[in-house]
């Protein structure tokens, strides 16, 4: 190698350092990339359709999306936070309940159970009294577990104003990014934002009407079932939705406890309902619904979340699916078709 190819990876590897340090910042600069790719494609429907001029198609994209976060505080958000303060005082009744229906199975086994003595699993009730200890205490402590709501505000503010100020000229930030490539690459690297762009809106898309979908069922199959608080529930299986494998699970966690208050055969059903749910989510309604599905495949899912949630924290395990996104478009561009498949042609 000569010494301006060590040079330029020396400072490759210092303008890694340096991004490492401020990796929350970059998080929140591809989270406002993000946005901004979605409400720029809605502007630029908004000027095809009826040929409004940018500036326009702008103010009534931001007024609509701000119409609809008001509607959402308005009319979603009191019940939601009505009722998930109350499950949060209740999921600790049903810890202490699973402790004593566990203490009188141990006490009197049925007579079809093949260990009455439980040597098989010695100290679960004594583990599942510390779980509910533990759960009563993070439940508690559920409002001081958001005592940085300062710095949270502080990040969606940051958030906005990077937004905004990236839709208002989009066109030139594109242009700016381009510029960190080499000349006789640049127009390649404009032919894979676009991709990006267009893999990124898909998957957004599909998931947006997916956690619609889990979240429609959630509430009516829970409503049927007589499960209290069905629409924090159906609420929260939709939010969690966005973030694949994981999400679901926990999304069911606080309708099983809840129901397991009332009897252990409904907590059994809300399972079988859950289950149901999405499997037909993920085998019927996402492939109908993305019709530029993205295919990632479910152990890449898996481990771009955890990897992107060990390194960068919650905020990227919720950005994990927009990141190997655009990690597996560039990776697939860039490297696999430009590097590995490219072939000299043969010399006459």
């Given at each position: 190698m000569k010494l301006t190819d060590w040079i330029n990876l020396a400072l490759i590897a210092i303008v890694l350092v340096i991004l490492w340090q401020?990796?929350?910042?970059?998080?929140?600069?591809?989270?406002?990339?993000?946005?901004?790719?979605?409400?720029?494609?809605?502007?630029r429907r908004f000027v095809k359709l009826y040929g409004w001029r940018r500036s326009r198609a702008m103010l009534v994209t931001v007024g609509l999306i701000l119409l609809g976060f008001?509607?959402?505080?308005?009319?979603?958000?009191?019940l939601f936070v009505s009722q998930f303060h109350e499950l949060i005082q209740l999921l600790p009744r049903g810890f202490a309940k699973l402790v004593r229906w566990f203490d009188l199975a141990r006490s009197n086994p049925p007579s079809w159970f093949p260990d009455p003595d439980f040597t098989f699993i010695p100290g679960l009730s004594d583990i599942l009294r510390e779980m509910a200890t533990i759960g009563s205490r993070v439940f508690g402590n559920f409002l001081a577990f958001f005592s940085s709501f300062v710095v949270i505000v502080l990040q969606a503010l940051l958030l906005m104003v990077l937004t905004i100020m990236m839709v208002s000229d989009p066109a030139a930030y594109r242009r700016l990014l381009l510029r960190l490539f080499p000349s006789n690459y640049r127009r390649r690297a404009d032919q894979i934002l676009t991709k990006c762009e267009v893999a990124l809106l898909s998957w957004l898309g599909g998931v947006a009407f997916s956690s619609l979908f889990v979240a429609s069922l959630s509430f009516i199959g829970l409503s049927i079932l007589g499960i209290p608080y069905a629409f924090a529930h159906a609420v929260l299986a939709g939010l969690l939705n966005f973030i694949p494998n994981l999400g679901p699970t926990l999304s069911a966690a606080s309708p099983v406890f809840v129901a397991f208050l009332q009897s252990?055969?409904?907590a059994v059903v809300v399972i079988v309902l859950y289950v149901l749910i999405q499997n037909l989510e993920s085998y019927w309604f996402t492939p109908m619904a993305m019709h530029k599905q993205v295919s990632l495949l479910p152990a890449a899912t898996l481990i771009a979340q955890i990897f992107f949630a060990t390194f960068l924290g919650p905020l990227g395990l919720i950005l994990a699916l927009p990141l190997a996104v655009?990690?597996?478009?560039?990776?697939?561009?860039?490297?696999?078709?430009?590097?590995?498949?490219?072939?000299?042609?043969?010399?006459?």
């Amino acid at each position: 190698m000569k010494l301006t190819d060590w040079i330029n990876l020396a400072l490759i590897a210092i303008v890694l350092v340096i991004l490492w340090q401020f990796r929350q910042i970059v998080l929140l600069i591809f989270a406002a990339v993000v946005l901004t790719t979605v409400l720029n494609s809605l502007i630029r429907r908004f000027v095809k359709l009826y040929g409004w001029r940018r500036s326009r198609a702008m103010l009534v994209t931001v007024g609509l999306i701000l119409l609809g976060f008001f509607l959402f505080l308005w009319l979603v958000l009191p019940l939601f936070v009505s009722q998930f303060h109350e499950l949060i005082q209740l999921l600790p009744r049903g810890f202490a309940k699973l402790v004593r229906w566990f203490d009188l199975a141990r006490s009197n086994p049925p007579s079809w159970f093949p260990d009455p003595d439980f040597t098989f699993i010695p100290g679960l009730s004594d583990i599942l009294r510390e779980m509910a200890t533990i759960g009563s205490r993070v439940f508690g402590n559920f409002l001081a577990f958001f005592s940085s709501f300062v710095v949270i505000v502080l990040q969606a503010l940051l958030l906005m104003v990077l937004t905004i100020m990236m839709v208002s000229d989009p066109a030139a930030y594109r242009r700016l990014l381009l510029r960190l490539f080499p000349s006789n690459y640049r127009r390649r690297a404009d032919q894979i934002l676009t991709k990006c762009e267009v893999a990124l809106l898909s998957w957004l898309g599909g998931v947006a009407f997916s956690s619609l979908f889990v979240a429609s069922l959630s509430f009516i199959g829970l409503s049927i079932l007589g499960i209290p608080y069905a629409f924090a529930h159906a609420v929260l299986a939709g939010l969690l939705n966005f973030i694949p494998n994981l999400g679901p699970t926990l999304s069911a966690a606080s309708p099983v406890f809840v129901a397991f208050l009332q009897s252990p055969g409904k907590a059994v059903v809300v399972i079988v309902l859950y289950v149901l749910i999405q499997n037909l989510e993920s085998y019927w309604f996402t492939p109908m619904a993305m019709h530029k599905q993205v295919s990632l495949l479910p152990a890449a899912t898996l481990i771009a979340q955890i990897f992107f949630a060990t390194f960068l924290g919650p905020l990227g395990l919720i950005l994990a699916l927009p990141l190997a996104v655009i990690s597996k478009t560039w990776i697939e561009e860039a490297w696999i078709q430009d590097v590995l498949e490219q072939t000299d042609e043969p010399t006459a």
